[in-house]
């Protein structure tokens, strides 16, 4: 409908002004011809020409509405004006189409009305139809206004019939509600009608019903007035035994052990004045209710009763007791009522005059632990028979006094055990002091109070134990509770300094021990402070006089070193001219005189390397040099090496060598084969006829913390990162006598070969190997059956070599600590990751170090408690400075929360906590490397 508008407007507004005809011919004749059709016309229009069908589909697309009428010539290039105007229609132009031809046939015609043309024009000149063109287009123009008219008609019409139609359907429908809405009326309407003469006749029966209720619930209400009296009356009954049991419980609070039975007979004397009875009592079971414990009794008679029966066995009186035990309330209204059973009861009760009882038995922490009874014992009264509601008010009441009695005891017997428990405490040697997780304070005994000078444990209990003793207010800086906590492992110190001038110059020996609960919850550490000053002034002697023979053994080191150097020159010289004139002509004497100087010199040379690689052990001079090696190839060269001298003997030497071992390992070459080759040659030695084999296997995994032996290295690794190697030199020689085996790895001990009359060697080689393999984390040990053979095994737990993802810049690191196998395993984890290393001692080494050697970075091992390293680390780090020096310092310490700050504060750069994996230690060789 809105089209037909906007199209009517359009054609309104083209009455009035120029007609726009878009003209598609591609003939110039014919399109000046069509323009001139109209200059002598009365119309005013506006042609647009377009040579092709899609030139014209063009125009059309890009403004339809701003033209009137459109005119096409049938034949043209491309597309013809028939499929040009069906495309028009396609695209819904609504537009009045004209089509003109040059040669005209009905067929032609008819085609083109069907396609939806408007209308249809020959172009015959003859019939002058130039002059006709312009009445045609004004008829065209006038019948498409006409046929939009129409249309519009048509549209309007249909929307009001479609609109009548809705309104005839709607109201048909309401009219249909409304009779079906009048129908339910009428019925309902019935029905209600009959519904009421229903009710009418029900409510005449309801009235006569309801009239005899009535009557039956006046008569009941008369009878449950009755009883809520007697209800109410049980509730003052009730209310006064709550009352009874307030004061009874308030009677207990606070009350003195001495004054315990005095409130019990109390409590029973009120019980027996709200029950009215002659006599009421308690009885404490022992465990397993076998005997009376103890008895509280009141009689309103003041007459004698159960205080004979302190300790009396329950077995003596099995009914009552196996009726207890089972937890059943004995209930007698009347004595001539027992069984024949209780005649033990029946001769006890007869002789106290006991006319009826009540004994309840009552529960402590769910096992029976005593009972209360009532007696009713008046020889003028025939009987009683206690209610139920009683029963169980009497019950609460027996809980009450009994369970407070049993916690009373308790609680003696606690007090007992805590004075106990404090006198122990307190006569202790030694000074006890109870630290919870927060350092406060908890118990201390006699000593720690006299040790600091406290004069009442009020004044340090509750308080940090760094206040109360320091008169601090942060913890102290290297504070190893901590690390108890952490650890929940005991541990043990020496005193600093400065708290032995606390201490009034006295020495401590410090034990610390972690507390835990049920669960294995630490909560709280005790700490144990032992005088050990007379035993440190023994220590201090005995220092004195190691470093005495320290200082002897550096200079017979020293010595050593010169006299060994001295006697290798003149040896080489011996042994080098022996070799030449060996190979000279001489006689049988000369040459067998020339090859005993030889072989003298070799082993002349072989005790001048003993001696001072066993005096380089001893004063702990040792060095290791890790390396990348190949294990395999070593252990060739190895037995190669050693193969002559097996040959000489005709000994078969061999070597099995596992193939699950790594092929690059992290270890020292030296050392190994200074190892091996002792082992080794002894084995050839002391074998005349046989085999040697020298075999290495991997052993099951294992951490290799587990694997130090001990160490303080802390250096925490996992299976994948480390192999365990077992090495094994097995022999068919003469073996080791039994009286020799313990001895064996002991300083100059020697074995004596068959066919000879003095030992050989001197007697160092095994002592070298225990030393070393002990100092690479290892193990050795040896089997061995006289004229059987020997087996001698040692353990080396080896770093895997591991390929670098990249190229890594070689660091020189200065390595400081006093533990040569804690030095050991971090210089394996440095050449691991291709680092070269240089171990030094003490703190004054590393300063003396610091302004001559070349390297990267320092790390240090703090592992002696007895050294200040935050103040050391201070004076390393001046020190660095006064020599123009700036490089990463690190410390590998215990974990203690409170004394990295110090360290950092101090100088150092970072600090690694011990146990630390190879892999956060790679992680801050790198993060410092760049610094380096």
Known sequence: MQNSLMENSDLNAAAHRSIRILLVEDVEHDRIAFRRAFRNSSMNVEITERKTGIDALTA???????????????????????????????????????????????????????????????????????????????????????????????????????????????????????????????????????????????????????????????????????????????????????????????????????????????????????????????????????????????????????????????????????????????????????????????????????????????????????????????????????????????????????????????????????????????????????????????????????????????????????????????????????????????????????????????????????????????????????????????QKALKKAKDAADNTTRMKTEFLARITHELKTPMNAIMGFAGILLDSDLTEEQRKSLSIIKSCSVNMLALINDLLDISRIEAGRVRFLPARVSLGKSMEELVSSMKPHADFKKLDLSLDISPDIPDKLILDPLRLNQILVNLTGNAIKFTEKGDVRVRVRPLAPETFSEMSSGSKADLSLSTSEITTLHFSVRDTGIGIPVSMQSSLFDAASQIRRPNSNFPEGSGLGLVICKQLVNLMCGEIWFRSDKGKGSTFNFTLPLLHDRKPSAKKPELHVLLAGNEPVSQYMLQSALALYGHLSHTVGSPQEITRFIGTGTYDMLIIEINSQKIDWIEAIRKIRTKMLEAGKSVPLIALMPFIPTAEKNFIDAGATACLFKPFTLKAFDEVLKKFSAQA
């Open 60 to 538: 059309l697309k890009e403004g339809h509405k701003f033209f009137d009428i459109v005119v096409s010539d049938y034949k043209m290039p491309g597309i013809n004006g028939m499929e040009f105007y069906q495309e028009i229609l396609r695209r819904k132009y609504n537009l009045p189409l004209v089509l003109m031809t040059g040669y005209g046939t009905e067929n032609l015609a008819i085609k083109a009305f069907k396609s939806g043309v408007d209308d249809y024009l020959v172009k015959d000149t003859a019939q002058g139809y130039l002059k006709l063109l312009p009445v045609l287009i004004s008829e065209v123009l006038d019948r498409h206004s006409e046929k939009s008219a129409c249309r519009k008609a048509e549209t309007e019409l249909e929307k009001h019939r479609k609109h009548l139609e809705e309104m005839v359907s709607a109201r048909t429908r309401e009219l249909q509600e409304l009779n079906e809405k009048l129908k339910r009326e009428i019925s309902e309407r019935k029905y209600a009608q009959e519904q009421l003469n229903i009710h009418r006749d029900s409510l005449k029966e309801l009235v006569k019903e309801r009239t005899g209720e009535l009557k039956k619930t006046n008569r009941t209400l008369r009878l449950e007035i009755k009883e809520r009296r007697k209800t109410l009356e049980e509730l003052d009954k009730r209310y006064e035994f709550e009352k009874l049991v307030a004061r009874i419980s308030s009677s207990f609070v606070n009350v003195p052990p001495e004054k315990l039975e005095e409130t019990v007979t109390s409590s029973l004397k009120s019980i027996l004045r709200f029950t009215g009875d002659d006599r009421a009592y308690i009885f404490l079971f022992s465990q397993e209710a076998t005997f009376i414990v103890k008895t509280y009794e009141y009689s309103a008679r003041k007459e004698a009763g159960y205080g004979s029966l302190n300790g009396a066995k329950n077995a003596d009186y099995l009914w009552i007791t196996n009726k207890l035990k089972a937890l059943e309330i004995v209930h007698v209204p009347n004595l001539k009522g027992l069984p024949p059973e209780a005649g033990n009861e029946r001769t006890l009760w007869n002789s106290m005059g006991i006319v009826s009882m009540l004994v309840i038995p009552i529960l402590h922490s769910g096992v029976l632990a005593g009972c209360m009874g009532l007696n009713v014992e008046s020889a003028k009264r025939t009987g009683k028979t206690w209610r139920d509601e009683d029963i169980s008010l009497l019950k609460i009441a027996g809980e009450l006094v009994l369970n407070t009695v049993k916690y009373k005891h308790s609680e003696l017997l606690i007090m007992k055990a805590h004075q106990q428990l404090r006198s122990i405490i307190d006569t202790i040697p030694g000074a006890v002091n109870v630290i919870d997780l927060e350092h406060n304070i908890i118990d201390v005994n006699l000593n720690m109070l006299k040790y600091f000078g406290v004069k009442n444990r009020n004044d340090v209990i509750g308080r940090k134990c760094y206040t109360a003793y320091k008169c601090s207010q942060t913890p102290c800086s290297l504070c190893p509770l901590a690390n108890v906590l952490k650890t929940g492992e005991p541990s043990s110190r020496m005193t600093t300094m400065e708290e032995e001038e606390m201490l009034g110059g006295k020495t401590f020996k410090i034990y610390m021990s972690p507390v835990k609960d049920e669960n294995g919850e630490i909560w709280a550490v005790v700490e144990c402070m032992v005088d050990v000053s007379d035993l440190r002034r023994v």
